[in-house]
């Protein structure tokens, strides 16, 4: 069975540091992996996709398939990146659907 | 607004009781799923619905179930509630599996459910 993990629930880091926030998937198929961002007050979205290896609000994740690793980056924090991230590995369940599996989350508390 | 829409926001029920939340997908979308989301735990999948079909199922407890209407909007029922159901219950919609959409699911803002 699939699982995603995240194993800090919450990370502090000041404004202009770096932040890595983890994730480690266990998937026997070929994975494909999701960011989602929760800011407050607001709904669960997503910020960025490993096939795309796009660059989102700043943020990039390399997908490390030998470290079964999608670590989400960003070089220097901002105050309004704190939010709470949640890791997501999604599986093909046949016939035009799929299935997103979630990590617990980290939050990201960025200290001005 | 043509995103997922949840109701109640917000239910206060006692144990033993039966609730219904109501979540109405993104026009277009045929898939919906419910999570449930609670502070140990984080967001737990409980069931996902293609065009009316169950299509997969999480961790749902028996006292649980739900169905995806013709319209395609979507009712969890929870039934002898437990203290321990207390949660904010997501609802998501998506499009169609393959693409560049893939994987993105659209999320209502919640239904948070009480239990006294």
């Known amino acids: 069975a699939q699982r995603v993990t995240q194993p800090e629930k919450l990370l502090s880091v000041f404004k202009g540091a770096p932040v890595e926030l983890k994730c480690n998937y266990s998937y026997s198929g070929s994975p494909e992996l999701f960011w989602y961002v929760q800011y407050s007050r607001q709904r669960l979205q997503l910020l960025l996709r490993?096939?795309s290896r796009e660059s989102i609000k700043g943020f990039t994740a390399d997908l490390n398939k030998g470290e079964t690793s999608f670590h989400l980056k960003k070089p220097f924090a901002q105050e309004e990146d704190s939010a709470m991230y949640y890791c997501?590995?999604?599986?093909?369940?046949?016939?035009?659907?799929?299935?997103?599996?979630f990590g617990k989350g980290t939050k990201l508390s960025v200290i001005p | 607004d043509s995103g997922v829409t949840q109701t109640p926001k917000h239910l206060i029920t006692a144990t033993g009781q039966r609730v219904t939340l109501r979540c109405s997908p993104r026009?277009?979308?045929?898939?919906v799923y419910w999570y449930q989301q609670s502070l140990d735990q984080g967001l737990q999948f409980l069931i996902q619905?293609?065009?009316?079909?169950?299509?997969a199922k999480g961790n749902i407890l028996e006292r649980f179930s739900a169905q995806q209407f013709p319209d395609l909007h979507s009712e969890l029922n929870l039934s002898s509630l437990e203290l321990g159901d207390s949660a904010l219950y997501f609802c998501?919609?998506?499009?169609?599996?393959?693409?560049?959409?893939?994987?993105?699911?659209?999320f209502g803002e919640g239904s948070r459910l009480t239990v006294l």
């Open positions: 026009s277009g979308d045929l898939s």
């Open positions: 998501a919609s998506s499009p169609i599996s393959g693409g560049s959409r893939t994987g993105e699911l659209f």
């Open positions: 997501a590995l999604i599986v093909g369940i046949g016939a035009g659907s799929y299935q997103l599996t």
């Open positions: 619905y293609y065009n009316g079909e169950e299509r």
């Open positions: 490993h096939i």
